[in-house]
């Protein structure tokens, strides 16, 4: 049984690299572009390929949220208190944070000015409410598979659902990255937003996710989990 200070360092870990790999991916699409980038799959897979390590390595230890859209999910099920909701929130915002200041500091300033340290943004001309449902869709079936392949003991083995997590943030990405930037997570938004000062649009990465994340979670224990039992 891990205590809540191994969880909160456990999701510090996982936030931070998927930020550090993530946004990273999208720095680096920039710096090549003149070669034609890596392209939106290779963006979407370094997403989703970090999230599936960082949930298979530590998701034993504080269930492998990185995300406070999921958290929010484990908070409406009363599957984590409060306080500690708060706590994980914390760390996944403070490890986005702390990767996000380490791409400032060593991707070249004209890199991280352009492409605002990937910080998540929406399409010129697309319509705030668009953009606020792609995220919460979007977000609604990664925490759907969250608790399908990691809570649902019924659900597919637990010991590959890093992968399943991963493959979801991966479709999320390549279906909203080119209208919001796909964030489907807010400390995805906010750790760029925050090192670089680019906070346009931001409420879209906060409400979109954490009302799918709240949602999904709901619905799942509702619907499947209470009447496992029939």
């Given at each position: 049984m891990y205590n809540l200070t191994q969880k909160l360092v456990a999701e510090f870990l996982g936030a931070f690299a998927l930020i550090f790999f993530g946004a990273g991916a999208v720095c680096v699409d920039f710096h090549l572009r003149a070669t034609g980038g890596l392209g939106l799959l290779a963006i979407a897979l370094a997403h989703g390929l970090a999230i599936a390590i960082m949930v298979s390595a530590l998701g034993h230890i504080s269930g492998g949220h990185f995300n406070?859209?999921?958290?929010?999910?484990?908070?409406?099920?009363?599957?984590?208190?409060?306080?500690d909701s708060v706590a994980y929130w914390g760390a996944q915002l403070a490890g986005a944070t702390a990767a996000a200041f380490l791409l400032k500091l060593v991707i070249p300033e004209e890199v991280g000015t352009n492409v605002f340290l990937g910080t998540p943004e929406l399409m010129?001309?697309?319509?705030?409410?668009?953009?606020?449902?792609?995220?919460?869709?979007?977000?609604?079936?990664?925490?759907?598979?969250?608790?399908?392949?990691?809570?649902?003991?019924?659900?597919?083995?637990r010991s590959i659902a890093g992968f399943g997590i991963g493959l979801t943030i991966t479709l999320g990405i390549l279906v909203a990255g080119p209208f919001t930037g796909a964030a489907l997570n807010p400390a995805r938004a906010f750790g760029p937003a925050l090192a670089s000062g680019h906070w346009l649009n931001w409420g879209i990465y906060?409400?979109?996710?954490?009302?799918?994340?709240?949602?999904?979670?709901?619905l799942y224990d509702s619907v499947f989990l209470r009447k496992s039992g029939g």
């Amino acid at each position: 049984m891990y205590n809540l200070t191994q969880k909160l360092v456990a999701e510090f870990l996982g936030a931070f690299a998927l930020i550090f790999f993530g946004a990273g991916a999208v720095c680096v699409d920039f710096h090549l572009r003149a070669t034609g980038g890596l392209g939106l799959l290779a963006i979407a897979l370094a997403h989703g390929l970090a999230i599936a390590i960082m949930v298979s390595a530590l998701g034993h230890i504080s269930g492998g949220h990185f995300n406070p859209a999921i958290t929010i999910g484990f908070w409406v099920t009363k599957r984590l208190s409060t306080m500690d909701s708060v706590a994980y929130w914390g760390a996944q915002l403070a490890g986005a944070t702390a990767a996000a200041f380490l791409l400032k500091l060593v991707i070249p300033e004209e890199v991280g000015t352009n492409v605002f340290l990937g910080t998540p943004e929406l399409m010129r001309d697309f319509p705030r409410w668009a953009g606020m449902a792609l995220e919460g869709v979007t977000t609604f079936f990664l925490v759907l598979v969250v608790f399908a392949t990691a809570v649902d003991e019924r659900g597919t083995f637990r010991s590959i659902a890093g992968f399943g997590i991963g493959l979801t943030i991966t479709l999320g990405i390549l279906v909203a990255g080119p209208f919001t930037g796909a964030a489907l997570n807010p400390a995805r938004a906010f750790g760029p937003a925050l090192a670089s000062g680019h906070w346009l649009n931001w409420g879209i990465y906060w409400v979109g996710p954490l009302g799918g994340g709240f949602l999904a979670g709901l619905l799942y224990d509702s619907v499947f989990l209470r009447k496992s039992g029939g």
